[in-house]
């Protein structure tokens, strides 16, 4: 015996909905999505015209961290691995996770030699300064 079931659009899309609860049974790719934003990373101008990049780091050492330069490629990566940490604390995956992110300065107006960095409380701060020559001039009148 056959049944009919009418059909009824909906604002999403049967495909759509199939795609959200089937990626909700695939608990790796379900986990991936929820961390590629880790870490939460807030960058800002400071009053001086130094660049500030602040990672929110909890549960991690200042030991556990790199900080990596190219300038030819006009970059700084932030990354942290944690290969080496033993089995009941690889499992707090919320507060520790390995991370690698890549930040490009495209307008190349950053000093990348001069990157300073700061650890305390969870908190990595770096501090970039402009380049002398990137800085705006101001010309008197008069």
């Given at each position: 015996m056959t049944?009919?079931?009418?059909?009824?659009?909906?604002l999403l899309g049967?495909g759509?909905?199939?795609?959200i609860?089937?990626?909700m049974l695939?608990f790796?790719?379900?986990?991936?999505r929820?961390t590629?934003?880790?870490p939460v990373?807030?960058i800002y101008r400071e009053?001086g015209?130094?660049?500030?990049m602040?990672?929110?780091l909890?549960?991690?050492?200042?030991?556990?961290l790199?900080?990596?330069i190219?300038?030819?490629?006009?970059s700084i990566t932030?990354?942290?691995?944690?290969?080496?940490?033993?089995?009941?604390?690889?499992?707090?995956?919320v507060?520790?996770r390995?991370?690698?992110?890549?930040?490009?300065?495209?307008?190349?107006?950053?000093?990348?030699?001069?990157?300073?960095?700061e650890f305390?409380?969870g908190l990595l701060?770096l501090?970039?300064?402009?380049?002398a020559?990137?800085k705006?001039l101001?010309?008197?009148i008069?």
């Amino acid at each position: 015996m056959t049944t009919l079931t009418a059909y009824r659009p909906s604002l999403l899309g049967h495909g759509v909905f199939n795609e959200i609860f089937d990626s909700m049974l695939d608990f790796p790719q379900l986990m991936q999505r929820t961390t590629q934003g880790y870490p939460v990373a807030d960058i800002y101008r400071e009053d001086g015209g130094d660049t500030v990049m602040e990672f929110a780091l909890a549960g991690f050492s200042k030991e556990d961290l790199s900080i990596e330069i190219k300038s030819e490629k006009k970059s700084i990566t932030v990354s942290a691995n944690n290969d080496n940490l033993d089995i009941r604390e690889r499992n707090r995956r919320v507060a520790r996770r390995s991370f690698s992110k890549t930040y490009v300065n495209y307008d190349n107006n950053l000093d990348l030699e001069a990157v300073r960095a700061e650890f305390e409380n969870g908190l990595l701060r770096l501090v970039i300064p402009t380049r002398a020559e990137a800085k705006p001039l101001r010309v008197e009148i008069k």
